[in-house]
C-alpha cells in the first residue's frame, strides 16, 4: 500500500515561494502520477496541477500557470510543489497525492493522499 | 472548465438514517466521477471511482450512481463516523480537475 510523506508546515511572507516535498514511504521511486491539490482554511479543494515523474512533463491550472512548479527529482523518489509570488489567499493546506494526470482519463481519481502540508503566508 | 455543484450544503441526518448527497456537472463526464470523505484535520479519502466502484476497504453502506451529468452519493445507514464533508470531483476532462464544493453531512 503506498503511503506518501510531506514536509513540515512553512510559514512565508509575502512575495517568497515554497517548496513541499512528496516521497512515498521507504524511499521507493514514484512510478505513478502525483497530483497537487490544496485547501484553504475552510474552504473546499482546488486542484493545482499533477507530474508523471518517469515522463518529467507536468501538467498545471491555468489560475497557477507561471506560479507553481511541480517536479521530481533524479531519483523519482520524491516530488516537489514550488509556488512563488506567495499572497496571504495562498494560506491553506497543500496536499500530494498518487492520481491525476494519468494518460488514462479514466484513472483520475486520487488516492492515497499525503498527510498535507500547512503553509501559512503572513508578513 | 467543468463546473461542479453539489448540494444540499449541509444535511442534518440522525444516526441510522439513510443519506443522499448530490453531485452535478456542468457538462457531461460519463462515469468519470469520485467521491471522497473528509473529516476534520485529516486529508480526503477516496470512497467512490468511476461513479459507482467502492474503494478497497470502503463498506457497503456506501454507494454510488449516475452518470453524464447528475450523480449520488448514498449512505445507507448513517454510523457515528460518518459525519463528515463529502466532495465530488470529475476527471473526464482536465486540466483542470475540479471539484465540488462539498456537502457538510452533520448529526440531527
Known amino acids: 500500500q503506498v503511503q506518501l510523506v510531506q514536509s513540515g508546515a512553512e510559514v512565508k511572507k509575502p512575495g517568497s515561494s515554497v517548496k513541499v516535498s512528496c516521497r512515498a514511504s521507504?524511499?521507493?521511486?514514484?512510478?505513478?502520477?502525483i497530483g497537487w491539490v490544496r485547501q484553504a482554511p475552510g474552504q473546499g479543494l482546488e486542484w493545482m496541477g499533477g507530474?508523471?515523474?518517469?515522463?518529467?512533463?507536468?501538467n498545471y491550472a491555468q489560475k497557477f500557470q507561471g506560479r507553481v512548479t511541480i517536479a521530481a527529482d533524479e531519483s523519482r523518489t520524491t516530488v516537489y510543489m514550488e509556488l512563488s509570488s506567495l499572497r496571504s489567499d495562498d494560506t491553506a493546506v497543500y496536499y500530494c497525492?498518487?492520481?491525476?494526470?494519468?494518460?488514462?482519463?479514466?484513472?483520475?481519481?486520487?488516492?492515497?493522499w499525503g498527510q498535507g502540508t500547512l503553509v501559512t503566508v503572513s508578513s | 472548465e467543468i463546473l461542479m455543484t453539489q448540494s444540499p450544503a449541509t444535511l442534518s441526518v440522525s444516526p441510522g438514517e439513510r443519506a443522499t448527497l448530490s453531485c452535478r456537472a456542468s457538462?457531461?463526464?460519463?462515469?468519470?466521477l469520485a467521491w471522497y470523505q473528509q473529516k476534520p484535520g485529516q486529508a480526503p479519502r477516496l470512497l467512490i471511482y468511476?461513479?459507482?466502484t467502492r474503494a478497497t476497504g470502503i463498506p457497503a453502506r456506501f454507494s454510488g450512481s449516475g452518470s453524464g451529468t447528475e450523480f449520488t452519493l448514498t449512505i445507507s445507514s448513517l454510523q457515528s463516523e460518518d459525519f463528515a464533508v463529502y466532495y465530488c470531483?470529475?476527471?473526464?476532462?482536465?486540466?483542470?480537475?475540479?471539484f465540488g464544493g462539498g456537502t457538510k453531512v452533520e448529526i440531527k
Open positions: 468511476g461513479a459507482s
Open positions: 470531483q470529475q476527471y473526464y476532462n482536465w486540466p483542470p480537475l475540479t
Open positions: 521507504g524511499g521507493t521511486r514514484i512510478t505513478y502520477p
Open positions: 457538462q457531461t463526464v460519463s462515469s468519470n
Open positions: 497525492t498518487r492520481g491525476g494526470v494519468a494518460a488514462d482519463a479514466a484513472d483520475n481519481w486520487f488516492h492515497p
Open positions: 507530474i508523471m515523474p518517469f515522463f518529467g512533463s507536468a
